[in-house]
């Protein structure tokens, strides 16, 4: 018996210190509701400027960073677009067809290798197709050199022959040239 009323004590002990918990919960339940509201309507107002000032602040940043952008943006074009120039003048002045070098100056100033690979390739094809239309040209307008097979006469004179013989029939003299030493 004596056990059964040792429980019975430790149970009414915890029963009593949950008791005192409800009581001071139910103590700081007292505040005014009107004060309540009053702070949670002041702290929303001032979290709702903080955060207007902080976009209107990020918004001005924002609106720099993207005019440096802009600038710089400006900047490269306009030297892509000299360096552009600049490079089709060079090939034009070296000979290159007008289309031609504006495809390959393109290439050369965005400096990406298959772009430039392409180009050159492209360039070299129509060179060696405005050559062969020349060639075949002059050879209609002139007419294709007639060599004697036997013993016939060339249909126009080579203009260097006078040298060629002057130097076999001397023989002993060799020209001058730094390939020849």
Do not use: F
Not at 16 to 40: F, H, N, P, R, W
Not at 126 to 149: F, H, Y
Not at 152 to 165: F, H, I, L, Q, S
Request: glycine letters at 4%; proline letters at 3%.
């Amino acid at each position: 018996m004596e056990e059964t009323q040792a429980q019975q004590t430790e149970q009414k002990e915890p029963n009593a210190a949950e008791g005192q918990t409800e009581k001071a919960a139910a103590q700081e339940e007292t505040i005014s509701k009107k004060l309540y509201d009053s702070k949670v309507s002041e702290m929303n107002k001032t979290i709702k400027e903080l955060k207007a000032q902080l976009s209107e602040n990020m918004s001005a940043d924002e609106k720099a960073a993207q005019a440096q952008n802009e600038m710089q943006q400006a900047l490269k074009e306009a030297r892509d677009e000299v360096a552009q120039l600049r490079t089709e003048n060079a090939l034009a002045a070296a000979g290159i067809s007008s289309a031609s070098s504006q495809k390959l100056s393109r290439a050369i100033v965005s400096a990406e290798c298959e772009s430039i690979v392409s180009a050159i390739k492209e360039t070299a094809a129509e060179l060696i197709k405005d050559t062969e239309a020349r060639v075949k040209r002059e050879l209609l307008e002139q007419g294709s050199p007639q060599i004697g097979i036997d013993g016939g006469v060339p249909a126009k004179p080579d203009r260097y022959m006078e040298t060629v013989k002057k130097a076999v029939s001397h023989g002993k003299e060799t020209p001058r040239t730094k390939w020849l030493e």
